[in-house]
């Protein structure tokens, strides 16, 4: 419903992957159009002005609802409230979707790399379950980094993936702060710069010839893979002007 702020939907499913990451699916406004890689602004009725927050879709456009993962923030303005929401419970959702975290505005390539922390891995759910680029990449990996287990959202869903896509999906969890998880448990940018992430995939080392690289989440990460793929010359992409890496900075 256009509640002149924005579209008041509903909340329809609430699924707690730890005690402070959730993914809450909500009723989808009239003719509401995106794409992997889009976010919706969020908020909540409780504010007497709307608090906006910006959220990637994880659902695709072929779902009848909008789908949404985050972390609650300790003292997070808008995600300390987010996070007791019930089924039922009203939600804000801005007018349209925004966004220029889409995959084809990379240049072609051979290998897609989707780089994760956290809830950055939202888009790339969106992206996978959408399908169109398998049809893309000869193969796909997904490097997924949290600091526990128990944060690895989507982790059934992205395995029974790799199951159906056995020859052209990996994914690769990596947990930083439970040793003897059995998990890759290196931060993403010092597996690839000792080389020990390709070696885990058996790949030569990121190279533009054969890479597109996405990386979503912590800024500090996104800051040192741009660093780091700048160094293997690995170009952004431009409004406009396809690149072979991409960025979406959280916060
Ligand atoms: C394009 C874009 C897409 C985003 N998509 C998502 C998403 O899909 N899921 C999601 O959880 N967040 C996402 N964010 C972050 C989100 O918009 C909010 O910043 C976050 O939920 C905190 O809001 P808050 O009001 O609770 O915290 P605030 O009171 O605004 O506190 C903000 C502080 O919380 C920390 N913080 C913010 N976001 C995160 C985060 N995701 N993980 C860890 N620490 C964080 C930072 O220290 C930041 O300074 C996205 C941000 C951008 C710019
Ligand atoms: N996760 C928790 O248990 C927890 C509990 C309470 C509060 N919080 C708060 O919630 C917020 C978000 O926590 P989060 O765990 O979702 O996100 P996060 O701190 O971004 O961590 C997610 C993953 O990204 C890695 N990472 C962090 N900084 C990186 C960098 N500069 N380069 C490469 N990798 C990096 C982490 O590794 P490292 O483990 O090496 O950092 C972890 O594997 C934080 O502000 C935190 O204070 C988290």
């Known amino acids: 419903m256009d509640v002149g702020v924005g579209h008041m939907e509903t909340v329809t499913a ?129 490097v997924y980094s949290v600091r526990e287990r128990a944060e690895l959202a989507y982790d059934q869903e992205l395995q029974t993936l790799q199951r159906q896509n056995a020859d052209r999906f990996r994914y690769l969890p990596v947990v930083t702060r439970e040793p003897g998880s059995g998990f890759l448990s290196e931060r993403i940018p010092t597996l690839i710069e000792s080389g020990r992430l390709e070696a885990a995939l058996e790949v030569a080392p990121l190279n533009t010839e054969r890479d597109r690289v996405m990386v979503c989440g912590n800024p500090e990460f996104t800051a040192t893979m741009r660093t780091l793929l700048n160094e293997r010359q690995f170009v952004p992409c431009r409004r406009g002007l396809a690149g072979t890496m991409l960025f979406e900075k959280y916060w």
Do not use: C
Request: aromatic content about 12%.
């Open 14 to 142: 609430i699924q707690h992957w730890s005690e402070r990451t959730l993914s809450i699916s909500t009723t989808r406004p009239d003719g509401y159009a995106f794409r992997p890689g889009h976010y919706a602004r969020l908020s909540l009725p409780e504010f007497e002005r709307p608090l906006w927050r910006p959220y990637s879709i994880v659902s695709t456009a072929a779902q009848p609802q909008l789908e949404f993962l985050f972390s609650i923030i300790p003292d997070g303005k808008l995600t300390s409230l987010l996070g007791k929401v019930e089924v039922g419970a009203p939600i804000l959702i801005d007018r349209n979707p925004m966004g220029f975290f889409l995959e084809d505005s990379l240049s072609p390539g051979d290998t897609l790399w989707l780089l994760a922390t956290g809830t950055g891995v939202g888009p790339y759910i969106s992206l996978l379950r959408e399908g169109q680029i398998f049809a893309k990449y000869r193969q796909i990996y997904l």
